[in-house]
């Protein structure tokens, strides 16, 4: 299973910004969903995801809002702005770009 520290760096930032594109979660709702779409082979810690997560707040890629759970706990649901949506899709064309040209090197015929 693959660490964010076995992740090409910036990923964790995209992915999130993915994750928070398609609905507003709270950390433990975007560290399941991350499992879930990845078919668990992309798993995030606490002390990887929160840290991520304050520092996409910070630069205004997303705000977040305390409200209950479905298990009537109180968390803080993360949601994409305006200025994070932009960011999303500059990462997301960078990261198009940097797996289509690794893609090419692996792909090489060997001698």
Do not use: C
Request: charged share 25%; hydrophobic share 40%.
């Amino acid at each position: 299973m693959s660490k964010p520290n076995d992740l090409v760096q910036g990923t964790l930032d995209l992915l999130l910004l993915k994750i928070l594109a398609l609905e507003p979660l709270h950390g433990w709702a975007i560290s399941l969903r991350l499992k879930s779409i990845s078919g668990a082979v992309l798993q995030v810690s606490e002390g990887s995801l929160y840290p991520a997560l304050h520092k996409l707040e910070q630069e205004g890629w997303i705000t977040g809002e305390w409200k209950q759970t479905e298990n009537n706990r109180r968390a803080k649901f993360y949601s994409l702005t305006r200025p994070g949506r932009e960011q999303l899709e500059k990462e997301a064309a960078n990261w198009a770009r940097l797996s289509t040209a690794i893609s090419h090197v692996v792909r090489l015929e060997e001698a």
